[in-house]
């Protein structure tokens, strides 16, 4: 079966950077890409951006262009989302989701458990 | 980009009750592109409902999906004390993908 599991917990300051993991397991990773969706305490969900599992394109929402860097490593079947420059509304759980390999095509059926980044001096 | 805009805000009702929920689109798009996700506190969402109508795998059968164009629906037919939970509506038809800003049903 299909599991995504994520890096844990962060603390960081502002100006900081953060890199957040998403393990798969279950499926043939290259066939798939991800989705990034934070959710800050109390709000709604976000989407950060897209990477493909296949060869590394990305899509990355407007806000966060220019501060977000989302990769790949095939041999470990694992994805990154690296946010730069952290401001304290960057505080929120970050989750990764199974998407389209070719572009964002997010119907999330597959989330990883979320990883809770706050910003904190 | 796309705004979705749901209402209400907050439901209360009891268990056993009818809910539906109203998720409206500021263009329309392809109603194939519509989802509807329930989310419980400390959880990650729960896709429910693909291409504005059909049930995901493993979701019971009284939740249903309906609506095309800008205006869609997601009804719950008779609340079990496990639905009490935040829904939310996102499209994925136009890109960035965006999503509704959710729904509380909680309990009377």
């Known amino acids: 079966q299909v599991h995504l599991v994520q890096s844990g917990a962060e603390v960081k300051k502002p100006g900081a950077s953060v890199k957040v993991s998403c393990r798969a397991s279950?499926?043939?990773?290259?066939?798939?890409?991800f989705s990034w969706v934070r959710q800050a305490p109390g709000q709604g969900l976000e989407w950060v951006g897209w990477?493909?599992?296949?060869?590394?394109?990305?899509d990355y929402a407007q806000k966060f262009q220019g501060r977000v860097t989302m990769t790949t490593d095939t041999s470990t079947s694992t994805a990154y989302m690296e946010l730069r420059s952290l401001r304290y509304d960057d505080t929120a759980v970050y989750y990764c989701?199974?998407?389209?390999?070719?572009?964002?095509?997010?119907?999330?059926?597959?989330w990883g458990q979320g990883t809770l980044v706050t910003v904190s001096s | 980009e796309i705004v979705l805009t749901q209402s209400p805000g907050t439901l209360s009702l009891s268990p056993g009750e009818r809910v539906t929920l109203s998720c409206r689109a500021s263009?329309?798009?392809?109603?194939?592109?519509l989802v509807w996700y329930q989310q419980k506190p400390g959880q990650a969402p729960r896709l429910l409902i693909h291409?504005?109508?059909s049930r995901a795998t493993g979701v019971p059968d009284r939740f249903s999906g309906s609506g095309s164009g800008t205006d869609f629906t997601l009804s719950i037919s008779r609340l079990e004390p496990e639905d009490f939970a935040v829904y939310y509506c996102?499209?994925?038809?136009?890109?960035?993908?965006?999503f509704g800003g959710g729904t509380k049903v909680e309990i009377k």
């Open positions: 989701v199974r998407d389209c390999s070719t572009k964002t095509c997010l119907h999330g059926y597959y």
């Open positions: 990477i493909s599992g296949y060869n590394g394109n990305t």
């Open positions: 291409g504005a109508s």
């Open positions: 263009q329309s798009g392809s109603s194939s592109y």
């Open positions: 996102q499209q994925y038809g136009s890109s960035p993908p965006t």
């Open positions: 279950g499926y043939t990773f290259t066939s798939y890409g």
